[in-house]
Structures are given as structure tokens and as C-alpha cells.
T-cell receptor, first 116, second 116 residues
């Protein structure tokens, strides 16, 4: 079945460092891809998404490009801040043809800690 | 605009007791999801509803778990009897629209359940 694999954490960076969190997926159809972020004590919230190959999702300085050839959707940010400390989840939608399913399949999450 | 509301935020109970978790989705959303988050298994979809009707409950771990959605603004997840291995954070999420693959799921803050 469809699955998402993301890099193990935790990841600890200094403020203003460059961030990459790797995410690869396995899917039989044409999924949409998402990054969700979970701040401490809160639920998940959508960070960015991409719905087709070569799309780039971006938000709050974070970016990820849907690479069908490498089945990847790596999350990047050029300069992280302490406020970016959170758990980041890569996810895909398990579309059936016709788009009436779309359940999200999540990776295990990567905890990011940014030190001042 | 109120987000997804879950209650209680924390629940501590003893093994064998009945536990009921509650969720109020965002008004106008016609899909509702229940997830469970644990360190070992990550984030798992338990069940989801469309227009108050359960569509896929294949993620419900066993018969001790049941979920209902009596109307568009309320859902419950019940565990009876509860066991220590049910300890987890339970999230409710909602979204609107048939093409779920393109639509953001909005998560509640979660209920942290501890079964002693």
C-alpha cells in the first residue's frame, strides 16, 4: 500500500541554519503531498502542499518540490528560527481515481529543535 | 472562527473503565476524521465520516472502539473497556469538499488519554 518515509529525528540546529527534512513516498496513483507541522501541545496544521509533479509548495519560508522521478518531497528552509521548533509530518493523500477518497497517510514525524 | 473543538483535553482513567472523547468539527465541514498518535506507531487514521455516515473504519483497532456522529456538529469516540495500551493522543480533524486530496484537514488540539 501507499506509504511515507521521512528522516528520523530529532534534528537540532542553531538559529539561521539551513534545514532539510527528507521525505520519500510510495504510491500507486497520483497523490497530493503535504507537510504538516505540530507545535508543542497543539494539533497538526497544514504548512504547505503540492498537488502534482514539479509543483512547489511554500509557506513561512519553507519550501518543498514534488519530485515524481525520485518520489520525494523534501522540506527546506534557508534560515530557521527558534519559533520553528516543532514536529514536522510529511503526508500523502491515497487518491482513488475520481478523487473521492483522499485519506492522509502520514510519516512518523521529525522533531526539530532550534537553539538560539 | 472557532476551529475543531475536542474535549476533554486530558483524560486519566483506570483499566476497564469506559472512555468517551468528543469532537465538534468546523461548521460547514462535511468530513470528520479520528486519528490516534503514539510514539511507536505515529499518527494513524481510525475512522472517518462523510455527512455523518461512517465511510471507512478499517483503522479501528478492535471492537472495544466505537465512533458515532449523530449530527453534523458532534462526534464521539468511545473505548469500552479501556486498556493501558490505548494510552495515546487522539485527534479529531475536519474538512470540506469531495476532493479531499486538495483540501486541508483542520485538526483539533487533541485529547491526551492515559489508561492506568
Amino acid at each position: 500500500g501507499d506509504s511515507v518515509t521521512q528522516m528520523e529525528g530529532p534534528v537540532t540546529l542553531s538559529e539561521e541554519a539551513f534545514l532539510t527534512i527528507n521525505c520519500t513516498y510510495t504510491a500507486t496513483g497520483y497523490p497530493s503531498l503535504f507537510w504538516y507541522v505540530q507545535y508543542p501541545g497543539e494539533g497538526l496544521q497544514l504548512l504547505l502542499k503540492a498537488t502534482k509533479a514539479d509543483d512547489k509548495g511554500s509557506n513561512k519560508g519553507f519550501e518543498a518540490t514534488y519530485r515524481k522521478e525520485t518520489t520525494s518531497f523534501h522540506l527546506e528552509k534557508g534560515s530557521v528560527q527558534v519559533s520553528d521548533s516543532a514536529v514536522y509530518f510529511c503526508a500523502l493523500s491515497d487518491d482513488n481515481y475520481g478523487g473521492s477518497q483522499g485519506n492522509l497517510i502520514f510519516g512518523k514525524g521529525t522533531k526539530l529543535s532550534v537553539k538560539p | 472562527d472557532a476551529g475543531v473543538i475536542q474535549s476533554p483535553r486530558h483524560e486519566v482513567t483506570e483499566m476497564g473503565q469506559e472512555v468517551t472523547l468528543r469532537c465538534k468539527p468546523i461548521s460547514g465541514h462535511d468530513y470528520l476524521f479520528w486519528y490516534r498518535q503514539t510514539m511507536m506507531r505515529g499518527l494513524e487514521l481510525l475512522i472517518y465520516f462523510n455527512n455523518n455516515v461512517p465511510i471507512d473504519d478499517s483503522g479501528m483497532p478492535e471492537d472495544r472502539f466505537s465512533a458515532k456522529m449523530p449530527n453534523a456538529s458532534f462526534s464521539t469516540l468511545k473505548i469500552q473497556p479501556s486498556e493501558p495500551r490505548d494510552s495515546a493522543v487522539y485527534f479529531c480533524a475536519s474538512t470540506r469538499g469531495r476532493e479531499l486530496s486538495y483540501n486541508e484537514q483542520f485538526f483539533g488540539p487533541g485529547t491526551r488519554l492515559t489508561v492506568l
